[in-house]
């Protein structure tokens, strides 16, 4: 006989229970200091709840969600101008405006929930079903009827789970893939990496570091991101404009906030020549992996410097050296990375729209939902 759960829905960080961190150990994406991050400084068009599963009266489960209003958005990305574009476009716009994310759509990974060890798996996704249900009855009360709502990331080993009938109508589903650092263990210095690339490669490595010459980098501290606050803004806006997809936009404030609330566990890299800054990027800390978060730069002395490309090697680095097993690059540009030694690990979600016959037709629609990705895989290892 399953077991009995219940959940409760939490709309800010100071309604969570006491011991609600004691369950975020496997990710510091679900602790109360990132959500605090999120509530303080969420996209514009975003609403964020906190979830909590219990056994009688005991905190068993936690778990994140994401309501995204796209209509709230000027645009989805400027990059790419083509008829396929323009559908998907006037599909989201019209068809999928409102979307409940459970996890988290700014990150990449399983960020959407942890349980304590002997849960009961199905009982609990099945709560964790009720709960996005309750979500959706919510919004809609509000004026925001969800259109489509999705689960977000997971394994292959993990996506198992939701085989249950309580998301039979749910399209599974495989986006970008995650590109993957994994540290070997004889890597104690950057050098060992160095060595380990093949000729090609390694030639890559030396050439774009002597493009960077006259960049210096800097390790910048709060007071330093406030000082330079519209200028890392601008930054970042000008890479996150010509994505090929955003559903969200970054306020001016985040990236203080994210450095008020962690600390050291966020670490602020920026690029300057002359003294004025003309790229930055950002890590966290996340145990045992260094997840990287967004990034900005000014596009001509980006490519005149190779400064992604420095960016990357300048992660790889610091990672070997401090100790880290694996570095979370994330999706896009999924051949540079590819080209420094990350791999692509497949991820899948769920989703589900509203309409049931639009709802039978997802599979098909779906590949204009999801921007298509055409790159060629690199070893850059002897």
Known sequence: MSPFYTYTLFSETNQLPENWNDLAISTIFLTKEYLEII???????????????????????IALSQFLDLNKLESFGERDQCLKT???????????????????????GQNAFAFVENIDEIAA?????KAAEELKTQFKSKGKKIHLSTFKDFYSSEIEGFNIPEFKSNLKFSTQPNMTFFIKENWKTEQDYIE???????????????????????????EEIIANESLIYELYFHVAKNAPFNTFFLPKNHFRIFKEKLKDKFLFYGYFVDGKLIGFNTLIKNGKA??????G??????REKMLYLNM????????INKGFKEIIFARTALEIKSSVGA??????????????FINKKLAYFFKYLEPETNWKERNPFK
């Open 196 to 222: 380990a690339l093949s000729k090609k490669y390694r030639d890559q490595y030396k050439r774009s570091r002597k493009k960077a010459i006259g960049i210096e980098k800097k390790k910048m501290n709060l």
């Open 343 to 356: 791999e692509p690990i497949k991820m899948f979600g769920l989703m589900e729209h509203s309409n049931f």
């Open 297 to 302: 730069y000014d596009d001509s002395i980006q």
């Open 312 to 319: 990357l090697y300048d992660m790889i680095g610091y990672s």
């Open 39 to 61: 509530e303080k400084s969420a996209p514009e068009n975003m609403i964020c709840h906190f979830i909590g599963i219990y056994e009688n009266n005991s905190l068993i489960g």
């Open 125 to 129: 996704l099945k709560t964790l079903k």
């Open 86 to 108: 323009w559908i998907r476009n006037f599909m989201f716009k019209n068809f999928s405006s409102h979307i409940l994310v459970i996890g988290n759509n700014m990150l990449t």
């Open 290 to 295: 260094l997840d990287t978060y967004f990034l």
